[in-house]
């Protein structure tokens, strides 16, 4: 049996002009702790909850590992979490989550990511997050993307602009260095996604539909 029928998620696969998202397999481990060496983070400065990407790179991959296998161990129709490892022309460069939350009632879900730091600065923050929410607006029936951003993180700001993104509020949170910082929160429509010149292309949607609880099992 292959995986995909155990796990629907697995079948699943979202490109985009050279850019491909599948959900992360203990295969990708390797190749994801090798680009986080080090952590993601150009300047130190705090942009997760959890601190994930400080210490050695031994716990660093042990971080990387655990938090994969939670989101599959807790996953349910009423709150899971899809994570994709993102490649361009074959090659890891970061992850790209998606969350959804009593989900069949709001039609609504959060996204989160990270990339290499040598991957940086070059538009992929923008492509793979506009490539998950085409894909999950189109396929999955999504209303609405919930996103947030610690201040100070004007990349994952810019991303969500060029996305067409609106601000949705702000709170003080406690995030990653343990101090308490502004939390940006935005919103954004399906109807108001930015579509970028290439088309996103899905395959095995048929499946995690019904495993989302979206389409009734024939």
């Known amino acids: 049996m292959d995986l995909a029928a155990i796990w629907p998620p697995f079948g699943l696969r ?9 959900p992360t397999r203990e295969s990708d481990y390797p190749e994801l702790a090798e680009i986080a060496r080090g952590g993601v983070r150009r300047d130190d400065a705090p942009a997760f909850l959890v601190d994930w990407d400080s210490g050695t790179d031994e716990e ?10 939670a989101t599959r161990a ?17 090659r890891v460069i970061g992850l790209q989550g998606i969350t959804g939350k009593d989900f069949l009632a709001t039609k609504s879900v959060t996204t989160g990511s990270w990339l290499a730091r040598v991957e940086q600065g ?39 602009e060029k996305l067409g993104y609106s601000p949705n509020g702000q709170k003080r949170i406690v995030v990653q260095d343990g101090n308490a910082h502004t939390e940006h929160q935005l919103v ?11 088309p996103v292309e899905v395959t095995g949607t048929e499946a995690v539909r019904r495993f989302l609880g979206l389409d009734t099992p024939t």
Do not use: C
């Open 188 to 198: 954004l429509p399906a109807a108001d996604i930015i579509r970028g010149p290439e």
């Open 122 to 160: 070059q538009g992929y923050g923008t492509q793979m997050r506009r490539a998950v929410v085409t894909a999950f607006a189109e396929n999955f029936d999504v209303e609405v993307f919930h996103t947030a951003h610690i201040d100070g993180n004007d990349a994952s700001r810019r991303v969500s």
């Open 60 to 69: 660093i991959a042990k971080n990387i590992a655990h938090f994969q296998w």
């Open 74 to 90: 807790n996953f349910s129709q009423q709150e899971w979490t899809i994570e994709f490892t993102v490649r361009v022309d074959g």
């Open 14 to 22: 979202i490109t985009m002009g050279t850019m491909e998202l599948t």
